[in-house]
């Protein structure tokens, strides 16, 4: 079983920057697809944004490309979110995914997730 546990949300204004961090157990952290999903009051959870096990590839939804940056360290089993210029409509719930593959089955797992709320 995998532990999933973010970091680093609070209350911003907005254009401001924010960094979260999610932290995720087990000795093949580099083999795992690491993911930042958000959840708004009253919306559906939605994608924000993938990165490869070694980090060389990712990929952002349409409405955050450009303001955050996903990135990892491997060396410390986390993977991060850099958020800039950050919006009102950025406000949700962000959660951390972390997608192993074992013995040729994939596993998901999910953190508990941390608060970010960005006045206007």
């Known amino acids: 079983q995998v532990q999933v546990v973010e970091s680093g949300g609070g209350l911003v204004q907005a254009g401001d920057s924010l960094r979260l961090s999610c932290t995720a157990s087990?000795?093949?952290?580099?083999?795992?697809?690491m993911a930042w999903f958000r959840q708004a009051p009253g919306k559906d959870r939605e994608f924000v944004a993938v990165?490869?096990?070694?980090?060389?590839?990712?990929s952002y939804a349409e409405s955050v490309r450009g303001r955050f940056t996903i990135s990892r360290d491997n060396a410390k089993n986390t993977m991060y979110l850099q958020m800039k210029s950050l919006k009102p409509e950025d406000t949700a719930v962000y959660y951390c995914?972390?997608?192993?593959?074992?013995?040729?089955?994939?596993?998901?797992?999910w953190g508990q997730g941390t608060q970010v709320t960005v006045s206007s």
């Open positions: 995914k972390a997608n192993e593959l074992k013995l040729g089955l994939p596993y998901a797992y």
């Open positions: 990165i490869s096990g070694s980090g060389a590839g990712t």
């Open positions: 087990g000795r093949t952290f580099n083999t795992y697809r």
